[in-house]
């Protein structure tokens, strides 16, 4: 069973920066599809960044030109890069992996999840 491990969170005003990392227990972690959630409270499950088997990137708007997911295959991590960070980007964020499908973009298609790490920006 994959296991997947988030941290790095924390708090930081806005225009900060946070580096998250998701480390996989799982070696064939990398032919799959990876991606990051958020959840702030009273609200759904959001995607935020995607990155699939050959490493092509996607990401939602709200954080396009801010964020960038990237992985290490030799340390099995996944990591998002968090620049200019706003007050609405406070969460919950989770790491997600799909096993069974090919697109990780919907929260139903990631199979195994992590246990998130917390985000919070202040004014």
């Known amino acids: 069973q994959v296991q997947l491990v988030e941290s790095g969170g924390g708090s930081v005003q806005a225009g900060g920066s946070l580096r998250l990392s998701c480390a996989a227990s799982?070696?064939?972690?990398?032919?799959?599809?990876m991606a990051w959630f958020r959840q702030a409270p009273g609200k759904e499950r959001e995607g935020v960044a995607f990155?699939?088997?050959?490493?092509?990137?996607t990401y939602a708007d709200y954080v396009k030109g801010r964020f960038t997911i990237s992985k290490d295959n030799a340390k099995r991590t996944l990591y998002l890069q968090m620049n200019s960070l706003k007050p609405e980007d406070t969460a919950m964020y989770y790491c997600?992996?799909?096993?069974?499908?090919?697109?990780?973009?919907?929260?139903?298609?990631?199979?195994?999840w992590g246990q998130g790490t917390q985000v919070t920006v202040s004014s």
């Open positions: 997600g992996v799909a096993i069974f499908s090919r697109s990780c973009y919907e929260t139903s298609q990631n199979d195994y």
């Open positions: 799982e070696y064939t972690y990398s032919r799959h599809c």
């Open positions: 990155i699939n088997s050959l490493s092509s990137t």
